[in-house]
C-alpha cells in the first residue's frame, strides 16, 4: 500500500475518532478537534514539533479569517439585544397584525434580529415575545415558535458572521460580500417557506397546546440606562442589523464596476471587508443605540460582554477546525483527495453538502459539522477551476443544518421552551431544518447555472 493511501487511512481514522470522542466519550468539541488533528499528525509521521506545528498554522490561519468576524458580530448583536433595539424591531414587525400574519411578521423580524448574533441568545431573547404573542392571539404556541425558529436559523445557517459560513469563507477563501449576497437570495425564499407556509401547512399535525396560563419564561429584566435619553429609534435599530450586509454588498457590486487605479476602488474595497463594515456597525449601535438611549459606558461594556462567552467557545472549535484541516495538507491527504476528484463524477456541491450533513447528523453541532466538512472539501477546489468557493460555503453550510436531533443542543432547547414532546419536535423543529437544508441544496445548484 503507498504512504499517501495510508495517510488517506489515517484521515478516515481520525474523522472516526473525532466522532467517537464528541458522541460517546461526550469530550467538548475543541478538546476532540485538536486531538484528531494533532494525532492525524503524528500516526503520519510528522513527529510532534511537525505536527504542534501544523496545528499552530492551522489554528492561526483560520482565526486570523474569522475570529475578528464573530468577535464584532458578537459586540454588534450585545448592543442591538441589551439596548432594547432588538425588542423594538420584534414588537413593531408583530403590531397588532391580524392573526394570519404573525408567522410571516415574526419570521422576517426574526432573520433581521438573527442576522447579527449566534443563534441561542437570539432564540433565547425572543422567546419571551413568542409567548406573550402567543397568549395575545390565542394561538397554538407553534404557530409564533416554529416562524420564529425558522427566521433565526437562516441566518445562523447561510449568513456571515454566523460561525458556521464565516468558518466555510475562511477555508475556502470565498468573498464575504458575495456568499452574503447568494445567502440572502437562496434564504429569503426559503424562510418564507419554511416560515409562514410551513406553519400553516403543519398546524394541524401540532398536537396538544401547551398551557400558555402559567407557563413560560418571564422575560430579562430589562437593562435601564444611567441617565435619561431618547427611547430607541426603530429606524435606528434596523440600520444597525442592516448596515454591515450593505456595506459589503455595495463593495462588492462597486469593485466590478470600477477600475483597481480609479479612486472609487479604494472606497468599495473599504466596504467590501467585513471586518471594516462591521466596525463600522458597532461604532454606529454604539452612539446611536447606546449613547443616544442614556446607557454608560460600563452598560455598553456589559452589554458586549454577555454573548462573548459563547462566542469564545466558537472561536476556539473554529481555530481546531482550520488546525485540522491544515494537518490535512500537511499529512498529503489534501492532494491525494484533489488528484483524484477530476474523476468523480458526482458534483463537487452536493459533496460538500453530503459530508456536512453525514457530520451534522453524527456530532449534532452545525459549527463542528462545518469546520470539518470544509476542511476535508477544501482540496477539491483545485480540481475545478470554474468552481465558485461563496457557494461552496453555501453548499457546506446548509448540508451543516440537516435532520437536527436528539444530538443537537438546539433540538433539546426548542423542546423545552416551547413545552414539547420528542414526538411533537421531530415533526416540526427537525422537518423544519431538514427542509431548510434541502432547500438551500436546490438554491446553491440552481445559483450554479449563473454564477461562475
Known amino acids: 500500500m503507498s504512504t499517501a493511501m495510508e495517510h488517506v487511512i489515517m484521515a478516515a481514522v481520525a474523522i472516526v475518532v473525532l466522532v467517537l470522542l464528541i458522541t460517546k466519550v461526550r469530550l467538548m468539541p475543541f478538546l476532540a478537534l485538536s486531538v484528531a488533528a494533532l494525532g ?134 470565498a468573498n464575504t460580500g458575495l456568499t452574503l449576497l447568494y445567502g440572502l437570495a437562496i434564504g429569503i425564499p426559503i424562510a418564507a417557506l419554511n416560515g409562514p407556509v410551513l406553519t400553516r401547512v403543519l398546524s394541524r399535525w401540532f398536537g396538544p397546546a401547551p398551557d400558555l396560563s402559567t407557563g413560560g419564561p418571564m422575560p ?29 454588498l455595495v463593495g462588492t457590486l462597486g469593485k466590478g464596476q470600477v477600475s483597481e487605479g480609479s479612486w472609487a476602488h479604494p472606497v468599495f474595497e473599504f466596504c467590501d471587508n467585513p471586518v471594516l463594515s462591521l466596525s463600522i456597525a458597532v461604532i454606529f449601535a454604539f452612539f446611536a443605540l447606546g449613547v443616544r438611549s442614556g446607557f454608560g459606558l460600563g452598560q455598553l461594556r456589559a ?11 466558537i472561536i476556539l472549535i473554529l481555530g481546531a477546525g482550520g488546525a485540522l ?12 483527495i484533489s488528484d483524484n476528484a477530476s474523476h468523480w ?70 423542546k423545552e421552551y416551547f413545552q414539547l414532546s420528542v414526538a411533537q419536535t421531530f415533526r416540526t423543529w427537525t422537518l423544519m431544518l431538514s427542509l431548510q437544508s434541502l432547500l438551500s441544496l436546490g438554491g446553491v445548484l440552481l445559483l450554479s447555472t449563473v454564477v461562475s
Open 345 to 414: 463524477s458526482i458534483s463537487p456541491l452536493v459533496l460538500a453538502w453530503g459530508v456536512a450533513a453525514l457530520l451534522r447528523i453524527c456530532l449534532g453541532s452545525a459549527t463542528v459539522a462545518t469546520v470539518t466538512a470544509a476542511g476535508i472539501m477544501a482540496p477539491l477546489m483545485g480540481s475545478y477551476p470554474g468552481l465558485s468557493p461563496e457557494l461552496l460555503v453555501l453548499a457546506t453550510a446548509s448540508g451543516a443544518v440537516m435532520l437536527s436531533h436528539v444530538n443537537d443542543s438546539g433540538f433539546w432547547m426548542f
Open 40 to 173: 492525524l499528525g503524528l500516526a503520519a509521521g510528522l513527529g510532534p514539533g511537525g505536527a504542534v506545528d501544523a496545528f499552530e498554522k492551522g489554528f492561526g490561519d483560520s482565526l486570523s479569517d474569522t475570529g475578528p468576524i464573530i468577535g464584532l458580530g458578537t459586540v454588534l448583536g450585545g448592543i442591538l439585544l441589551g439596548s432594547g433595539g432588538a425588542d423594538r424591531i420584534a414588537t413593531s414587525f408583530i403590531g397588532a397584525r391580524p392573526i394570519k400574519w404573525v408567522p410571516t411578521a415574526i419570521t422576517a423580524a426574526a432573520l433581521l434580529i438573527g442576522m447579527p448574533h449566534i443563534f441561542d441568545v437570539s432564540f433565547i431573547m425572543l422567546v419571551p415575545l413568542v409567548y406573550a404573542t402567543a397568549r395575545r392571539t390565542g394561538t397554538h404556541l407553534l404557530y409564533v415558535g416554529l416562524p420564529m425558529a425558522a427566521g433565526l436559523y437562516i441566518s445562523h445557517g447561510l449568513l456571515p458572521p454566523h460561525p458556521s459560513p464565516t468558518a466555510a469563507i475562511g477555508t475556502y477563501h
Open 220 to 248: 430579562e429584566e430589562r437593562i435601564e440606562p444611567d441617565r435619561r435619553g431618547r427611547p430607541v429609534s426603530l429606524a435606528f435599530a434596523l440600520i444597525t442589523v442592516a448596515l454591515p450586509a450593505a456595506l459589503m
Open 303 to 313: 452589554m458586549t460582554s454577555k454573548g462573548l462567552g459563547p462566542a469564545g467557545t
Open 325 to 336: 484541516s491544515e494537518m490535512l495538507t500537511a499529512t498529503g491527504v489534501g492532494k491525494v
